[in-house]
């Protein structure tokens, strides 16, 4: 696993060409690479490529390669010796892209006890709606919630939204005021967007959706019309649900159309932000174990995870 690649040594590994440039030097052609598997990302480069790499090789490909662990400008580099396809009884997915600590059985049972805490019966409804369609509830169980940043795994979908709609219910035993049935909803279908809007293949991208409609405007749209097949679903409470789903990022610069203007659109959001935030130093920590981290441009700052266990 490239997390477990150590520097000047010679490996042989199962990657994902996440990307593949064909570049030009002194009259000859060779090729820089990202490469990927579920522990992380290194940058590759093979300075002598043969005809399959130069003409046939697409990202996306999962191939088998040997290479040797160099550096390039202070990060990781693949030098590659060879290359060529992995056959499918060679690696297992699990190897290639990255997946929830959870089962899927486990993120299946939260989800539905959360939704079984729901007292409004129209709310009830339109999520039953959700979940007894089950090519959606399939795509929901196995989505990824972020592309590297944060829940960028199989089932990082429903692990983040179980997560902030747990988040949300802890908020409201603090504050009587809130719709607990409301935050449920949020909670649960705040990121529903991302079922269209990443393509997980041997990694996770953008899809042509992803980027030219975006989760917020997909999920108020399914939303709105699951509601429109329920007869006499309130107005106003639809209203509150799509706001909900519009405003959740927060802010007008984050791509949210509107910012939370009603109060469990404020706890939905600062949710929303704790687990993405703990879930992006969560995979931080794991990458670095203990004393500083890397610079998180993200975060802007460095983090410190503690002196190393004696």
């Known amino acids: ?12 590994a199962f990657l994902s060409v996440r ?55 202070g990060s990781p580099q693949l030098k590659i ?57 399939d795509s929901y ?9 944060h829940h960028a795994c199989i089932g990082g979908l429903a692990e983040h939204s179980a997560n902030v709609a747990e ?18 909803f949020g909670g649960l279908f705040h990121d529903m967007g991302k079922i269209s809007q990443y393509n997980i293949t041997s990694y996770i991208d953008y899809s042509d959706q992803g980027r030219l409609i975006g989760h917020i405007c997909w999920a108020d749209h399914e939303i709105t019309k699951k509601a429109e097949g329920i007869g006499d679903f309130p107005s ?11 405003s959740h990022q927060g802010q ?5 159309p509107i910012v939370p203007q009603i109060p469990e659109a404020f706890i939905l959001f600062y949710a929303d932000e704790i687990d993405s935030k703990m ?12 004393g500083w981290s890397e610079y998180v441009k993200l975060l802007d700052r460095f983090l410190y995870f503690g002196e190393p266990e004696k």
């Open 1 to 12: 696993m490239i997390k477990d690649f150590i520097p000047n040594e010679t490996v042989t």
């Open 19 to 73: 990307k593949r440039d064909i570049r030009e030097y002194s009259g000859s052609s060779f090729i820089t690479f990202e490469f990927g598997d579920a522990s992380g990302r290194i940058a590759g480069v093979w300075w002598e490529p043969d005809k399959f790499a130069l003409e046939e090789l697409e990202e996306g490909a999962v191939v088998k390669a040997k290479g040797v662990v160099g550096d390039y400008k």
């Open 252 to 256: 007008l610069d984050y791509a949210s």
């Open 141 to 149: 169980l196995r989505a990824a919630a972020g592309k590297l940043w």
């Open 279 to 290: 879930g992006a130093i969560e995979r931080i920590r794991d990458k670095t174990g203990s």
């Open 236 to 246: 106003n409470l639809l209203m509150k649900i799509r706001h909900l789903i519009i």
């Open 167 to 184: 988040i949300c219910l802890d908020m409201a035993r603090r504050y009587s005021f809130l719709d607990k049935d409301l935050l449920i």
């Open 81 to 137: 010796i060879k290359l060529r396809m992995a056959k499918e009884d060679e690696y297992d997915l699990s190897q290639i892209i990255p997946r929830s600590k959870f089962s899927e059985d486990e993120l299946r049972s939260r989800i539905i006890s959360l939704t079984n805490k729901i007292e409004n019966g129209n709310i009830k409804k339109l999520i039953d709606s959700f979940w007894n369609d089950q090519p959606f509830l």
